[in-house]
C-alpha cells in the first residue's frame, strides 16, 4: 500500500483545526501529497454569523510555519455541512485518499471525547480518516 496522494482536512479555524491541518501538513510532507483543506459554510454557521474571510490568511500563516510548498496546498469554501463536505473530498477528481479532522471544532460540548462531524466522517468514509487530538502547547518562556 502506498501513501496518500490527496490528503483532505476540515477546517473551522479553532485550535483542533489548526492541529489537524499540522499534522495534515506533516504527513503530506512525508508522502508528497497534496492537501486540501476544506470549510464548510452550512445553515448553523450562516445562523451564527461567524465571519470566516480570515480562514484562507490563517491556512497560509500555519502552511507558512511548517514550511510546505504553498502550491500543494488548496483552501476551498464548501456549501454545506461539514460531514457531508470532508466524505464529498473522496469522490472529487482527484480523490482525497486520507481524511484528516480535529476531535472537535468551535462546537464544543463537554464531557465528550468527539465532537459530532469527526465521528460521523469516521463512522461513513470510504477511505481512511485521522482524528488529531489537540495537544496542549507548552507556554513561552
Known amino acids: 500500500m502506498s501513501g496518500p496522494t490527496r ?11 489548526d492541529a489537524a491541518l499540522e499534522f495534515a501538513l506533516m ?13 464548510a459554510t452550512g445553515l448553523l ?9 480570515a480562514l484562507p490568511d490563517q491556512v497560509a500563516k500555519i502552511v507558512a510555519v511548517a514550511d510546505f510548498p504553498p502550491e ?14 470532508l466524505l464529498r473530498a473522496a469522490e472529487l477528481d482527484p480523490p ?3 481524511i484528516i479532522v480535529g476531535t472537535r471544532g468551535h462546537a464544543t460540548h ?7 462531524t469527526s465521528l460521523e466522517v469516521a463512522e461513513h468514509s470510504p477511505v481512511p480518516v485521522v482524528i488529531v487530538p489537540l495537544q496542549e ?3 513561552a518562556s
Do not use: K, W
Open 7 to 17: 490528503i483532505a482536512v476540515g477546517y473551522d479555524g479553532s485550535a483542533n483545526a
Open 27 to 39: 504527513m503530506a510532507s512525508s508522502c508528497g501529497a497534496q492537501v486540501l483543506v476544506l470549510h
Open 45 to 53: 454557521e450562516r445562523y451564527e454569523h461567524r465571519d470566516v474571510t
Open 72 to 85: 500543494r496546498v488548496h483552501f476551498a469554501f464548501d456549501d454545506g455541512d461539514p460531514c457531508t463536505t
Open 96 to 98: 482525497a485518499d486520507l
Open 110 to 116: 463537554s464531557g465528550r471525547l468527539l465532537g459530532s
Open 137 to 139: 502547547r507548552a507556554p
